[in-house]
């Protein structure tokens, strides 16, 4: 069985936190919390293919950002979630793009860009094409979801196995060359 190690990011008060206790436990977190660093383990089956995720749920608040390097160093995958109802969660989400491939040192990073709340639509204020065009920039897949209703969690995380094994087929390909003599 393999092991995905993923680490969700995002600003603070998105909802890191609630989407992955939703998918580890099926369970909403009503009130907030804000996390230090909490970890998760889950088995999930994806494409037939079962695998163990181990999620690091990661501290939005800026007074912890200066551990995201070591967060972004030990992962392999990365959930970027902002929320549809923050114009300035969506505009934060930049920084940690560009931290994640400094980090990396690759621009070749299993990313999946998330809007969370998306039961709150009466509030949005990020535009779903907005979302759309941020992960075409990234070339990344891109999903909206809502942790409270349990609407597109499991989709997000199963999504980023997929990334995770694409990017992880792409370079082995990439490095498996022949010379003709």
């Not at 075409?136 to 997000?156: D, G, I, L, R």
Request: glycine share 6%.
């Amino acid at each position: 069985m393999r092991e995905f190690k993923v680490v969700v990011l995002g600003s603070g008060g998105v909802g890191k936190s609630a989407l992955t206790v939703q998918f580890v436990s099926s369970t909403f977190i009503e009130k907030y919390d804000p996390t230090i660093e909490d970890f998760y383990r889950k088995e999930i089956e994806v494409d037939g293919q079962p695998s163990v995720l181990e999620i690091l749920d990661t501290a939005g608040t800026e007074q912890f950002s200066s551990m995201r390097d070591l967060y972004i160093k030990n992962g392999q995958g990365f959930v970027v979630v902002y929320s549809i109802t923050s114009q300035q969660t969506f505009h934060d989400i930049r920084n940690m793009k560009e931290q994640i491939v400094r980090v990396k040192g690759s621009e070749n990073v299993p990313i999946l860009l998330v809007g969370n709340k998306c039961d709150l639509s009466h509030q949005r204020q990020v535009r779903s094409e907005e979302g759309l065009a941020l992960a075409e920039s990234w070339s990344c897949p891109f999903t909206e979801c809502s942790a409270k209703n349990n609407q597109n969690v499991n989709v997000t995380f199963a999504e980023i196995v997929r990334e995770m094994n694409y990017v992880q087929n792409k370079s082995r390909q990439s490095k498996s060359c022949c010379s003709l003599m």
